[in-house]
């Protein structure tokens, strides 16, 4: 009985969270509806609610936004709007900070995790895998003597929390093991070992 609960439970709980995941992006789309005039919107022109209009509607602007910022024209209008946030302060730094990271993150060809590393964390003896995320710069590199680089760990099973710190590159491992899959690594919790890899018996 309980055997078969448990699969069930395994079954449900993956397709209930995408539903729910889904759903809150769709909705959360949908609330770009809003931008249209009352007599534009589908309730007005249909007579009825159309539940994912607002997400194609999402991406049809995000899209367009991106075809226009790939040229001349739209890269000087990207930057007449940058310089005008540039002059309001508590707008400037919340921008730049988010428009910053998004760009490490998101810009085609970009390396926001350029290795999966092995790292000895949180202490001695007791090891996670971490990702390298560039090396150190600016003044604190004045004050680091050796060969160090900027270590990401993240915590488990979110990665989107986690440290940063900065290790001797003598002190870290580099494994053959792609960014996609150590995070699969870490979200499982070291359940779904990297394909090809053994893992270890667990002694009961």
Do not use: C
């Not at 007579?47 to 899209?63: C, E, Q």
């Not at 707008?91 to 350029?114: C, M």
Request: charged content about 15%; aromatic content about 8%.
């Amino acid at each position: 009985m309980k055997r078969y609960l448990i699969t069930g439970l395994l079954i449900w709980i993956p397709l209930v969270i995408t539903i729910w995941v889904l759903h809150f992006l769709v909705t959360t789309m949908d609330q770009s509806l809003q931008l249209l005039p009352p007599e534009w919107q589908p309730e007005a022109l249909l007579g009825r609610r159309i539940p994912g209009f607002g997400a194609i509607l999402t991406v049809l602007i995000v899209l367009v936004t991106g075809i226009l910022a790939s040229n001349i024209l739209g890269q000087r209008l990207v930057l007449l709007w940058e310089a005008i946030l540039r002059r309001i302060p508590v707008v400037n730094s919340i921008y730049h900070g988010v428009k910053q990271v998004s760009d490490t993150l998101f810009k085609p060809g970009g390396e926001a995790f350029r290795k999966a590393l092995l790292v000895e964390w949180p202490r001695e003896g007791m090891w996670t895998i971490a990702f390298m995320t560039g090396v150190p710069g600016g003044d604190v590199a004045n004050h680091l003597r050796g060969d160090y680089v900027s270590v990401y760990v993240p915590s488990t099973p979110n990665p989107t929390g986690g440290y940063f710190v900065m290790l001797p590159r003598e002190d870290v491992i580099e494994l053959e093991m792609s960014v996609d899959a150590a995070l699969k690594y870490i979200i499982s919790m070291g359940v779904a070992a990297p394909n090809g890899s053994k893992q270890l018996p667990v002694r009961e």
